[in-house]
């Protein structure tokens, strides 16, 4: 089911980009703002520290000359000054993320993408299952309001065009917190290949840019999809 929504709601908001920039190509990722991952170490060839072998290791940590192989989240333990201390090295749960005017933090098993033209930024932010958050920033003139309906409106278009049978009182108003302040939107809920959905469209303006939020999920990844957008969109500026 999710391989039906998502490229509805990408192709979706591609057309808005379009339609804010049809003039100029999206810039190559050498002009992108740059993104936080996490990547293991290649072996580097060095010889392993004297506390720690064992197959896995991804990291290598270089202490007073020596190199020891660790992995992630394994203890070892390392000489110091006659002493030995016991140490973790632990990948980051939480990412970051700063660029076109914002900044917002991820949980680590979620990837982000980020596309560019004229006028319109995007940040897409998804993980394995329906887990779906996109981010669009405006530098160009956008009325908040006209671009929420227009939003919702294509929404629900492009979903009813797949199939998707829309609940009763689907485009509800929902709030969230966004940027610290308590943001008003619109819930659309509706069916897709036997799933049940829900989309979230905001929009709030940020000093001269306008920012859209789109969240989405399905109904059988409500619990753990919570969690995730709790940490974006908590730490949204």
């Not at 887990?131 to 006209?146: C, G, R």
């Not at 492009?158 to 819930?187: A, D, I, K, Y």
């Not at 999920?217 to 753990?224: A, G, K, P, V």
Request: hydrophobic share 35%.
């Amino acid at each position: 089911m999710w391989a039906n929504a998502r490229p509805a709601i990408v192709t979706l908001l591609g057309l808005f980009v379009a339609a804010c920039a049809p003039t100029k190509p999206a810039e190559s990722a050498a002009g992108a703002s740059p993104t936080v991952s996490v990547a293991a170490t290649e072996p580097s060839g060095e010889p392993v520290g004297p506390d720690v072998a064992s197959p896995g290791d991804q990291f290598e940590l270089l202490i007073g000359g020596k190199v020891y192989s660790v992995a992630d989240g394994k203890p070892f333990e390392v000489q110091i000054g006659g002493e030995r201390i016991e140490a973790t090295i632990r990948s980051k749960q939480v990412l970051q993320y700063e660029g076109n005017g914002i900044s917002f933090r991820y949980p680590k098993e979620m990837t982000l993408e980020e596309e560019r033209s004229t006028g319109v930024s995007s940040i897409t932010v998804e993980a394995a299952d329906s887990t779906f958050l996109m981010i669009q920033v405006y530098t160009v003139d956008v009325d908040p309001a006209t671009l929420s309906q227009s939003l919702v409106d294509g929404i629900e278009k492009e979903m009813r065009s797949r199939g998707g049978q829309f609940h009763p009182g689907s485009g509800s108003t929902v709030h969230r917190r966004l940027r610290g302040e308590n943001v008003e939107g619109t819930r659309l809920e509706f069916t897709l290949a036997k799933e049940s959905m829900q989309t979230e469209i905001y929009v709030l303006r940020k000093n001269k840019l306008i920012v859209s939020v789109l969240i989405q999920r399905s109904d059988d990844d409500t619990i753990m999809a919570e969690r995730r957008f709790k940490v974006i969109t908590d730490s949204l500026r």
